[in-house]
């Protein structure tokens, strides 16, 4: 279980967040550019502080200004999908997938035997000697989360893991990404802008204006969001609105 | 018709000059666009000529035999032992202080960074002579630092010792800010990643952050040790210019001018052979950087 209370002044606004995420359950986090998605994922990983509140994770204290607790990124033992998938560019698929195991310390052969499994189980085991950068979006995002699942999270968090896909592999991708995280049974946030991922992947889905959670959800109520919220995204240099997604869905 | 408009915009008659206006817009622009091409290439040449001209003139005034024969004069070879082991000495210290300096003002805020960034750079603006005297006053004699390093016996000032902390001087700045480009170029979901993935700030920086900057850093190393090996002002007046002991390669090169200019010649053909493969090393690794930075 996942607990979210967090308050933290962003330079527009204030982001205020308070959340449940139990374990194997998926949240789709929706909203528009520049309202604290990115922010609120990077508080609960460790890599932004909030300025007050609570966040725990499997009855551990990730951070707690009353008690001026705040773990450091590493301790967490969070998944973190970045957008840019951020795989490092100077290391093969293999190394990117061990790196994880290797910070931990693992034997040579425990590293061999876990990277193997995770890397036939994605179908990247024939690349895996391949440099990050030479390889496809659809590769790169594979890798992304093998890597991410590989150190056993116990909360993954995804932050925009099919926008840098093109249509097709997106959907694909749908379906393998739904079965893999069911599969860890941890609490998943999912951000999103797309609300065929919505439909697809999550269980529950927010929306997030300016910083604080103005509806919650299941899957279908999150479809008429659309029609009713202003939010969307810019799509080639042109604004898509979520209102014209959902009419092209229905 | 024509004519009438450029005579009147022009106010010049539709004679004879007009003619050739009115005959060929087209032929007009090709001929503006063509003495512009000629006038740029013919730039070109006299700049490229300015600089190519003096570099060829040492190929061509240095018979192979006699570089050859000269290589073997005891002042070429202790002037090329002192600089390159000197100038190597000065790279991996500039490295090993300059590193973790050029990470902090790369990644970190902290009071004063200003200053501290202008001061990092002022070596490379400070004309060599002033550089020279400056470290005088600091680690000469009757320096401030200098004056108690002699009452422990350790004498800096006329050493190699000198050699070593004047192209310090100089050179650090030429690493230090391409190491901070090359730190601060690193994207920081980079590190985000490796920090979420378990890896604590140290592994971060040593298994990422200078894997990915390698290529900048060593090319900025490059630029330091060049700039050590051509270091001559600094180290002329805080070093002296003692042959084995603190004479260069630049230092030999001015006090053979006065004697064997053979001798000047081929160390002055040597240092710009140097200075040529720095440059094609520096180029290819800042491209390659690059290429790893876009990717």
């Given at each position: 279980?996942?607990?979210?209370?967090?308050?933290k002044?962003?330079?527009?606004?204030?982001?205020?967040?308070?959340?449940?995420?139990?374990?194997?359950?998926?949240?789709?986090?929706?909203?528009?550019?520049?309202?604290?998605?990115t922010t609120l994922l990077n508080l609960i990983a460790g890599l932004q502080s909030p300025?007050?509140?609570?966040i725990?994770?499997?009855?551990?204290?990730l951070f707690?200004?009353?008690?001026?607790?705040n773990m450091i990124p590493e301790?967490r033992?969070i998944?973190y999908?970045f957008?840019?998938?951020a795989?490092?560019?100077?290391?093969?698929?293999?190394?990117?997938?061990?790196?994880?195991?290797?910070?931990?310390?693992?034997?040579?052969?425990?590293?061999?035997?876990?990277?193997?499994?995770?890397?036939?189980?994605?179908?990247?085991?024939?690349?895996?000697?391949?440099?990050?950068?030479?390889?496809?979006?659809?590769?790169?995002?594979?890798?992304?989360?093998?890597?991410?699942?590989?150190?056993?999270?116990?909360?993954?968090l995804?932050d925009?893991?099919?926008?840098?896909?093109?249509?097709?592999?997106?959907?694909?991708?749908?379906?393998?990404?739904?079965?893999?995280?069911?599969?860890?049974?941890?609490?998943?946030?999912?951000?999103?802008?797309?609300?065929?991922?919505?439909?697809?992947?999550?269980?529950?889905?927010?929306?997030?204006?300016?910083?604080?959670?103005?509806?919650?959800?299941?899957?279908?109520?999150?479809?008429?969001?659309?029609?009713?919220?202003?939010?969307?995204?810019?799509?080639?240099?042109?604004?898509?609105?979520?209102?014209?997604?959902?009419?092209?869905?229905? | 018709?024509?004519?009438?408009?450029?005579?009147?915009?022009?106010?010049?008659?539709?004679?004879?000059?007009?003619?050739?206006?009115?005959?060929?817009?087209?032929?007009?622009?090709?001929?503006?666009?063509?003495?512009?091409?000629?006038?740029?290439?013919?730039?070109?040449?006299?700049?490229?000529?300015?600089?190519?001209?003096?570099?060829?003139?040492?190929?061509?005034?240095?018979?192979?035999?006699?570089?050859?024969?000269?290589?073997?004069?005891?002042?070429?070879?202790?002037?090329?032992?002192?600089?390159?082991?000197?100038?190597?000495?000065?790279?991996?210290?500039?490295?090993?202080?300059?590193?973790?300096?050029?990470?902090?003002?790369?990644?970190?805020?902290?009071?004063?960074?200003?200053?501290?960034?202008?001061?990092?750079?002022?070596?490379?603006?400070?004309?060599?002579?002033?550089?020279?005297?400056?470290?005088?006053?600091?680690?000469?004699?009757?320096?401030?630092?200098?004056?108690?390093?002699?009452?422990?016996?350790?004498?800096?000032?006329?050493?190699?010792?000198?050699?070593?902390?004047?192209?310090?001087?100089?050179?650090?700045?030429?690493?230090?800010?391409?190491?901070?480009?090359?730190?601060?170029?690193?994207?920081i979901s980079m590190e985000n990643a490796a920090r979420t993935l378990?890896?604590?700030r140290?592994?971060t920086?040593?298994?990422?952050?200078?894997?990915?900057?390698?290529?900048?850093?060593?090319?900025?190393?490059?630029?330091?040790?060049?700039?050590?090996?051509?270091?001559?002002?600094?180290?002329?007046?805080?070093?002296?210019?003692?042959?084995?002991?603190?004479?260069?390669?630049?230092?030999?090169?001015?006090?053979?001018?006065?004697?064997?200019?053979?001798?000047?010649?081929?160390?002055?053909?040597?240092?710009?052979?140097?200075?040529?493969?720095?440059?094609?090393?520096?180029?290819?690794?800042?491209?390659?950087?690059?290429?790893?930075?876009?990717?």
């Amino acid at each position: 279980m996942l607990e979210i209370d967090v308050k933290k002044r962003l330079r527009d606004f204030d982001l205020q967040v308070k959340l449940r995420i139990a374990e194997g359950e998926i949240l789709m986090l929706v909203g528009d550019n520049g309202c604290g998605k990115t922010t609120l994922l990077n508080l609960i990983a460790g890599l932004q502080s909030p300025d007050f509140g609570r966040i725990a994770l499997g009855g551990r204290t990730l951070f707690d200004s009353e008690l001026k607790e705040n773990m450091i990124p590493e301790e967490r033992n969070i998944g973190y999908v970045f957008q840019s998938y951020a795989l490092f560019p100077h290391m093969s698929v293999y190394d990117n997938v061990a790196f994880g195991l290797r910070a931990r310390g693992l034997s040579r052969r425990e590293i061999e035997l876990l990277v193997k499994e995770h890397l036939d189980e994605a179908g990247l085991w024939d690349i895996r000697k391949a440099k990050a950068i030479d390889i496809s979006g659809g590769q790169k995002q594979r890798v992304a989360l093998a890597r991410a699942l590989i150190i056993e999270p116990d909360l993954l968090l995804l932050d925009e893991p099919l926008s840098a896909l093109d249509v097709r592999c997106q959907a694909a991708m749908r379906r393998d990404l739904r079965e893999k995280i069911h599969a860890c049974q941890v609490p998943s946030i999912i951000v999103t802008h797309d609300l065929r991922d919505v439909a697809c992947i999550g269980d529950r889905a927010c929306l997030l204006e300016s910083g604080k959670i103005a509806l919650t959800g299941g899957p279908d109520e999150a479809m008429s969001w659309g029609a009713q919220m202003p939010f969307g995204r810019e799509e080639n240099g042109e604004r898509i609105e979520l209102k014209e997604k959902n009419r092209e869905m229905n | 018709m024509i004519g009438e408009i450029i005579s009147n915009r022009f106010g010049t008659d539709a004679g004879g000059s007009c003619r050739v206006i009115i005959q060929s817009p087209r032929l007009r622009g090709s001929w503006r666009s063509k003495a512009l091409k000629a006038g740029l290439a013919l730039l070109m040449l006299l700049t490229m000529g300015f600089i190519a001209l003096p570099v060829a003139s040492l190929l061509l005034k240095n018979p192979l035999d006699t570089v050859v024969q000269t290589l073997h004069d005891p002042m070429v070879v202790d002037a090329l032992r002192l600089s390159l082991s000197t100038s190597a000495f000065t790279t991996v210290t500039v490295v090993l202080l300059g590193t973790p300096l050029a990470y902090i003002n790369a990644k970190f805020r902290y009071p004063g960074k200003e200053i501290a960034d202008s001061l990092i750079d002022l070596p490379v603006i400070m004309p060599p002579a002033v550089a020279g005297i400056a470290l005088l006053m600091a680690f000469g004699r009757m320096g401030i630092l200098g004056h108690y390093l002699d009452g422990l016996g350790i004498s800096i000032a006329f050493t190699t010792l000198a050699v070593i902390v004047a192209q310090i001087f100089v050179s650090s700045p030429f690493y230090i800010r391409q190491a901070r480009t090359s730190f601060e170029d690193v994207d920081i979901s980079m590190e985000n990643a490796a920090r979420t993935l378990g890896a604590s700030r140290i592994y971060t920086f040593f298994h990422v952050i200078l894997p990915i900057a390698f290529n900048g850093l060593v090319s900025g190393a490059i630029m330091a040790f060049a700039r050590s090996l051509g270091e001559f002002g600094a180290t002329i007046m805080f070093a002296g210019n003692f042959q084995r002991r603190t004479q260069t390669m630049p230092l030999a090169i001015y006090t053979a001018m006065q004697g064997d200019l053979d001798v000047a010649l081929c160390l002055a053909l040597i240092l710009v052979i140097i200075s040529f493969l720095v440059i094609v090393i520096v180029k290819t690794l800042t491209r390659r950087m690059y290429e790893n930075v876009r990717n």
